[in-house]
Structure formats: structure tokens, C-alpha cells
């Protein structure tokens, strides 16, 4: 009874930290671009992923095969040949995420693949999720009796994507995805995870901003189609999903445990590499403009280009060399 009584104080501790790391796209009233001054992001001695990344997936709830092409399609761009995508590719933009090291000066890895997919199609915790459920969940696709994910402790990242028909704690009002790790009483080992919503559905104008504007932003559309635009793959949740996952990405990365690289002297409430650039795509970004992107035949905006002949749109993180957000379309 004793230890059982240890474990819960344990795990209402680490939740007080959990509620904290978590990102709403939209939340951009101030952003950094060429402040370097301005910025205190500090190393606290933690681990960074610097060995290659095996990343599983795990599709809740029920998925759109086109939407799940173009996520996994934009996860393979991670690490794919600069020589056989265009510049600005995907890939140069995660070099900015490599910078980070660890103690021991190892860089991030370059190396991310996508090595699992479990299809959680019956909704094993349901349409309604805690945030502690994605943990839960974790735990059913690594026990499942069916083509079981692995329970990789040494380098595997878990990515938890739930469907348009989900409803998460907090999502869409405050969050579009967080990162964390599990709890070994829950799951057996502590591995590092990230969840993303699908948003088109419940708030586009939230999570996938700037493919949809904000209905409660208190002023209307931009004219003129400088600080908007329209998703390069088609559907604003899965290209705003894909930004929230590659926020998730580099900011797991570079923080798994909440002991690496973040600014702010509270670790319960850390400004990590992707926080400090909230709402940039390009240069000159800033205020609500999501700065100078490309734009393809139609008009959709891009700012990197993937495997299959893709184009993307992600947001900018911060460059610690430069010591400014910075992404692979900079002007300068």
C-alpha cells in the first residue's frame, strides 16, 4: 500500500509538469526574429535525440488515406537526400534543429525513420481523451494482441495522431499538440512522445492557421492574400497539422525529458526551440504576417519542398548559431 501510495504522489507530480508543455499556433503575439538579445534559451545538462530516431505511428480513430499519404510523405522528407529534393527540402529545414547538441557535443540525429504504424480504428479509450490518455494509448499499441508496435526505450519516439472525430483535453482551446514523456508505471519504460489533433473540422482557424482565419482574432481576414493562404497539399487540418507535428518534432527532439534546451527559469512552463517562433514561415515575418513564402502555380504557400514532389509549409525555429528563428527560405 505504501509503494501504491508513492507511485500516486509521483504521478500527480509529473502531471503538474505535463500540463505546461504544450503549443497553440495562433499564440502569437510576440515572436523573435533577429532578437537575439531577447532570448535566454539555456542547455540544462538533459539528453538530446542525437541517435537515429525510430518513429512509430498511431493512427486514433478513423483516417482519411490521402491525409495519412501526405503525413507520412512529409516524415520520410525528414531525412531524405538534399540531392534528390529540391532546396529548400524538408531536410535543410531539420538542420536547424541538428544544431542542438547534448553534453557530450552530439547533434541531433539526422536520421528519422518512420518504423511502425499501429491503426487504433475502434477507438480503444473512446472519442473523449485526457491528455494522460495518449499514454494509455501508447500502452494498448505496444501490448495489442495484433501487429503490436515494440517498446523501444533506447531510440523510439512515439507519435500519437488522433481524427477530426476526437475531442482532447484542452485542444482547440489551448493546445494543437504537445510532447512529454511516458510514466513506467503506465507504460513499463519512459519513452518520448508527441500528440497532434486533426483540426480541420473543430478549428481550423486555430491549429491550422495560416490556412484558416481565426474567427475570435477580433479583426477581419487580411486583404490583398499576404498573411493567408491556401494549403499546398490541399486541406488546411492535414498542412496545419503537418507544422504542428514538425513544431512537436524539434521541440522533442531537442527536450525529451524537460532537462535540455528551453528558455524561462520554470521548467513547468518551458519556452522551447519551436515557442520562440510562433506564426514564422519567412523573412519579415512578424505581427500576425507569416513572413515571404513561395507560392506554386495556384497560389498555395510552401516554404520547403519533400519526397513525391510535395511542398510544405512549417513553421521557423530558432536557430541557436544565428540566434534567431531561421528556416531554409531566409532571404538573408
Not at 223 to 236: K, L, S, V, W
Amino acid at each position: 500500500m505504501q509503494k501504491f501510495t508513492c507511485y500516486v504522489v509521483l504521478l500527480l507530480f509529473l502531471l503538474c509538469f505535463f500540463q505546461a508543455f504544450s503549443w497553440s499556433q495562433f499564440n502569437q503575439g510576440e515572436n523573435y526574429e533577429g532578437s537575439s538579445d531577447l532570448i535566454n534559451l539555456e542547455y540544462h545538462m538533459g539528453p538530446v535525440l542525437a541517435s537515429a530516431i525510430n518513429l512509430y505511428i498511431i493512427w486514433y480513430g478513423q483516417w482519411n488515406p490521402t491525409h495519412q499519404a501526405t503525413i507520412r510523405d512529409f516524415l520520410d522528407s525528414l531525412s531524405s537526400s538534399s540531392s534528390s529534393v529540391p532546396y529548400p527540402s524538408v531536410a535543410d529545414w531539420w538542420d536547424t534543429v541538428r544544431l542542438y547538441t547534448d553534453q557530450t557535443g552530439s547533434n541531433i540525429t539526422a536520421t528519422i525513420s518512420v518504423s511502425g504504424e499501429f491503426y487504433d480504428s475502434g477507438y480503444s479509450h473512446g472519442v473523449y481523451l485526457s491528455r494522460l490518455s495518449m499514454q494509455s494509448i501508447i500502452k494498448a499499441a505496444v501490448t495489442a494482441h495484433s501487429r503490436p508496435l515494440p517498446l523501444n526505450p533506447h531510440n523510439g519516439l512515439y507519435l500519437v495522431l488522433t481524427s477530426q472525430d476526437v475531442q482532447v483535453e484542452d485542444f482547440c482551446r489551448a493546445v494543437c499538440g504537445f510532447h512529454y514523456f511516458t510514466f513506467p508505471i503506465l507504460v513499463g519504460v519512459t519513452v518520448p512522445y508527441a500528440w497532434v489533433g486533426y483540426s480541420g473540422t473543430q478549428c481550423p482557424g486555430m491549429c491550422a492557421y495560416p490556412f484558416a482565419w481565426p474567427k475570435y482574432s477580433g479583426k477581419p481576414p487580411p486583404t490583398g492574400g499576404n498573411d493567408i493562404t491556401h494549403a499546398p497539399n490541399g486541406d488546411a487540418g492535414v498542412d496545419g497539422m503537418i507544422s504542428v507535428i514538425a513544431h512537436e518534432l524539434a521541440e522533442v527532439s531537442s527536450n525529451p525529458l524537460i532537462n535540455a534546451w528551453y528558455a524561462g527559469e520554470d521548467p513547468t512552463a518551458p519556452t522551447e526551440i519551436a515557442d520562440l517562433c510562433l506564426g514564422l514561415y519567412g523573412s519579415g515575418g512578424g505581427g500576425g504576417y507569416m513572413g515571404k513564402v513561395y507560392k506554386d502555380a495556384w497560389g498555395n504557400g510552401y516554404n520547403v519542398h519533400g519526397v513525391k514532389g510535395r511542398r510544405f509549409l512549417v513553421q521557423w525555429v530558432w536557430n541557436p548559431v544565428k540566434r534567431r528563428c531561421f528556416g531554409p527560405n531566409a532571404l538573408d
